[in-house]
């Protein structure tokens, strides 16, 4: 599967901002879709993950402000941004596996497809 991600941008402090992760083919009942996110001089670090059952989790530090969702019919995810913060600045990156397991999901390493990446910068 390919993937293409999109709708980073400058918002202010306290905006928002949706991201879309568009697949190449069907998502539904195959595969997980994670989101991730690399700031400058730091880790790669989960974010969000929908799995094919539709089921969603989230970092800790993140529930509340950030929601993912799926839209069945244009096989794209998505991540709506709220109440977003200078720290939420990075680059965000979606990422798909077909056979990742519930206790491995917020781990990078564990997906074999990834976007190449939509840059958020969120201004003070």
């Known amino acids: 599967v390919q993937l293409q991600a999109s709708g980073g941008g400058l918002v202010q402090a306290g905006g928002s901002l949706r991201l879309s992760c568009a697949a190449s083919e069907r998502i539904q009942n195959r595969y997980t879709i994670g989101w991730f996110r690399q700031a400058p001089g730091k880790e790669r670090e989960f974010v969000a993950a929908?799995?094919?059952?539709?089921?969603?989790y989230y970092a800790d530090s993140l529930k509340g402000r950030f929601t993912v969702s799926r839209d069945n019919a244009k096989n794209t995810v998505y991540l709506q941004m709220n109440g977003l913060k200078p720290e939420d600045t990075a680059v965000y990156y979606c990422a798909a596996d077909s056979r990742i397991i519930l206790s491995s999901i917020s781990e990078p390493n564990e997906y074999d497809y990834w976007g190449q990446g939509t840059l958020v910068t969120v201004s003070s």
């Open positions: 929908i799995r094919y059952s539709a089921a969603t």
